[in-house]
């Protein structure tokens, strides 16, 4: 066994004994003060255990042996926490019904499992102002979020209001952590699993499927809605343009009749017998040069004969 023998430092000058000890003190003190800050921390640094500056990526220094502290916080990380139910590594999933048990503001109960992420925005903040950090992120998260379920219809909060829910999470939680000064800020509430209790789902689930044959239903007759009222505007619009049609028409024809009469008037007051005769000439010539009864002749008879025997008609072969 080989046993270790300590120098003799009594035979040391005591100018070496003073280089050693400045050679070991200044070790010590380059140990103490130099340090590394990583491109996604900040660096936040006491004095004599008060706040004194905070310090971004790159080799920095500080006072040796205790008297500047430094405290490396991530501030690009997206940190997240689970509400309800816990995730392991290898992926199995464990409810936690204490959390994720609500009761809505219609007084029913429902199951809520959720996710927040943030980010560390102040590192001084986030440093000194709170103390149990993680915990109170956890209750501020949990608080918001009953709060939010509490004020709602169940059927509202199992389909329409889920991202409701989630927008006005971020906004209540960002101003109740604000209110804190914990420095951080909520950058999104996810909803991950939304379900009513075992012992009712299946009605719940009944009730989602007519909610769903409901919208569908309106669905199919807005549809039908859309194809039905523009094609009867379009007939009611032609209707309207032919019945426009057909008015100026006969107050055309009208007005071209009143024109015609007015000319007649005119040329009957300049010279009634000469207009007499023509208009009776006119007439005249109107009804033998029409079909008459509809069989394509014409029969003339005496106003006194007592009798008359019908002859055949030469022209149309009766």
Known sequence: ???????????LKPATIGLIAAGIFLVAAMGTSVFIVDQAEEAVITRL??????R??????????????????????????????????????????????????DLNIVDVEWIIQYRIVDSRDWTFNVMERERTIRDVSRSVINMLVGDRAIMDILSPARSEIEIAGIYLMNETFEH????????????????????VRAAF?????????????INEGQQIFNEEIPRARGEAERTILV?????????????GNATRFNSVLAE??????????????????????????????????DRNLSNFIPLMNINNGR
């Open 1 to 11: 066994m080989v046993k270790f023998t300590p120098p003799n430092l009594g035979k």
């Open 49 to 54: 255990g008060r706040y004194y500056v905070t």
């Open 56 to 105: 971004g990526p790159g080799l920095r220094f500080k006072l040796p042996f205790g008297i500047d502290r430094s405290f490396l916080v991530n501030v690009r990380a997206v940190h997240s926490e689970q509400f309800g139910f816990r995730t392991a590594p290898g992926g199995a999933h464990t409810a936690f019904r204490s959390e994720s048990t609500m009761l809505t503001g």
């Open 180 to 199: 804190y000064g914990l420095g951080i800020n909520v950058m999104a509430v996810h909803l991950q699993n939304v379900t009513p209790p075992a012992m």
């Open 205 to 217: 689930e009944d009730v989602n499927m007519a909610i769903q044959d409901m919208n569908r239903l």
């Open 243 to 255: 019945a426009q049609g057909y008015a100026t028409e006969r107050v055309n024809r009208a007005l």
């Open 268 to 301: 009957y007051r300049n010279a009634p017998d000469v207009t007499r005769q023509r208009l009776y000439f006119e007439m005249m010539e109107s009804v033998f040069t029409s079909n008459g009864n509809g069989n394509g002749g014409l029969t003339l008879i």
